[in-house]
């Protein structure tokens, strides 16, 4: 199983950028996906989940700024993340649960003017 994570970078206060999470291995339809992020010296915090039926969830620092999104064709998650804030800075992973969990290996966010 693997879970590829990209387009991090680093972006000014206001900017956006979209997360690609590329998974192979598993029937990704089946697994309810979500990203999570830790900024450093934090705890690894819940952003968005996206349910195999199609429900989603936000943390409330997020709401309103991130899109979670999927394509099953292409086993592929997505996070679209507008308005980003000096405090999104983070590495953002990817994870899939179903019967097991799997993570993504990560991808570094920099917010910075």
């Known amino acids: 199983v693997q879970l590829v994570e990209s387009g991090g970078g680093l972006v000014q206060p206001g900017g956006s950028l979209r997360l690609s999470c590329r998974v192979s291995g598993l029937s990704f339809s089946r697994y309810t996906m979500s990203w999570f992020r830790q900024a450093p010296a934090k705890e690894r915090e819940l952003v968005a989940t996206h349910r195999r039926g199609g429900t989603t969830d936000y943390a409330d620092s997020v709401k309103g700024r991130f899109t979670i999104s999927r394509d099953n064709d292409k086993n592929t998650v997505y996070l679209q993340m507008n308005a980003l804030e000096l405090e999104d800075t983070a590495v953002y992973y990817c994870?899939?649960?179903?019967?097991?969990?799997?993570w993504g290996q990560g991808t570094q966010v920099t917010v910075s003017a």
């Open positions: 994870r899939a649960d179903f019967v097991r969990t799997y």
